[in-house]
C-alpha cells in the first residue's frame, strides 16, 4: 500500500516512524512519504493562505498549492503503481463522514491513499471542484465529532487503524478477529496470570474459572456473552447498528 500525506507540519508525522507503522515501512508493506505543502508554493513567504473573500474571521487555504501539490504526488504515485492507479484522496474534516473500524476496514483494500491536511478554517472549495473535474475519487473524514487545529491527528490515526490492517503488519492475524469493533462489538474481558491475584489492598481477586477449563467452545461462548453484555453498557448505539444479527443482542 502507498501512503502520501500533504500538510504544512511534516514533523507532526514523525511518530509514523516508530513502532508497528515504522516497522511495516522498513519491510516494504507500506509506503509512506509526508510532503510539506509549501514546497508547491513560489512566493518569498511561501504562503498557503489569505483572508476569506466575503469577510469573516480566519484564513482560508488557497487553491493553487493545493491543485500542484496533488499534481506532483499523483505524478510521483503514477511512477511506482502505473499511470492507471488512482489513489483515494482522503480530507480530514469534521464535517466529513465519521471514520470508523469499518472505513479503516475499506480503506486498507486501497492500493493508494492520499491525505490531504487542511488547517485554518478550511480550503478553497475549488480545490474539491477541480478533483472532481479530473475525475479524482474524494473522501471527507472526521475522527469525531470536536474541531481539531488541522488534520494531522487524524491522520496519525486514520493511518495506524487502516495500516495494522494491512496483511503481514500485526503478527497475530487472530487479534484482529478478536479485538473491539472488529465484529461490531467491544472485546471481551482480558485475564492473564497469576489466576488468583491479590491486590495491593489485600483483596484476592480470581479470574473467572471457566478461563481455566480447557474448554475452547465454553470458554469462547462466555467471551461472546461477554461481548454483548459489555457492548450493551458502554455502547449500546453499536447494537442497533448491527441489524440485529449479533447473537445474543
Ligand atoms: N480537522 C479538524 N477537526 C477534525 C476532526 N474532528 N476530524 C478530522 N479532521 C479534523
Redesign the pocket.
Known amino acids: 500500500m502507498r501512503i502520501d500525506v500533504i500538510t504544512i507540519f511534516p514533523e507532526y508525522l514523525t511518530p509514523l516512524d516508530l513502532s508497528l507503522i515504522g516497522k511495516a515501512r522498513r519491510e516494504g508493506l507500506v509506503d509512506l512519504h509526508v510532503h510539506d505543502l509549501r514546497q508547491w508554493t513560489h512566493d518569498r513567504h511561501r504562503t498557503v493562505d489569505d483572508t476569506p473573500l466575503g469577510g469573516g474571521a480566519g484564513m482560508v487555504m488557497k487553491p493553487a498549492p493545493w491543485a500542484a501539490a496533488f499534481s506532483g504526488v499523483r505524478e510521483a504515485g503514477h511512477a511506482v503503481l502505473g499511470a492507471d492507479v488512482e489513489p483515494l484522496i482522503v480530507?480530514?474534516?469534521?464535517a466529513?463522514e465519521p471514520?470508523a473500524q469499518s472505513t479503516a476496514q475499506e480503506w486498507s483494500q486501497c492500493e493508494w491513499l492520499v491525505f490531504a491536511?487542511?488547517r485554518y478554517e478550511g480550503i478553497d472549495e475549488r480545490v474539491y471542484q477541480h478533483l472532481a473535474d479530473i475525475g479524482c475519487e474524494v473522501a471527507l473524514?472526521?475522527?469525531?465529532?470536536?474541531?481539531?487545529?488541522?488534520?494531522e491527528?487524524?491522520v496519525l490515526a486514520f493511518t495506524e487503524a487502516v495500516v495494522r490492517l494491512v496483511p503481514g503488519v500485526v503478527g497475530n492475524a487472530e487479534s484482529l478477529v478478536e479485538e473491539s469493533h472488529s465484529e461490531g462489538l467491544l472485546e471481551y474481558p482480558l485475564y492473564t496470570r497469576p489466576a488468583s491475584w491479590t491486590d495491593p489492598a489485600g483483596v484476592v481477586r480470581e479470574a473467572p474459572p471457566i478461563l481455566l477449563s480447557g474448554d475452547h467452545a465454553k470458554v469462547a461462548a462466555w467471551r461472546q456473552e461477554q461481548s454483548v453484555a459489555r457492548t450493551r453498557e458502554r455502547r449500546p448505539d453499536l447494537l442497533t447498528q448491527t441489524d440485529g444479527d449479533v447473537a445474543g443482542a
Not at 480530507?91 to 469534521?94: D, R
Not at 473524514?141 to 488541522?150: E, F, I, K, M, P
Request: with cysteine; glycine share 24%.
Open positions: 480530507f480530514p474534516n469534521p466529513g471514520f491536511c487542511g473524514a472526521s475522527l469525531g465529532d470536536y474541531v481539531l487545529n488541522g488534520g491527528v487524524a
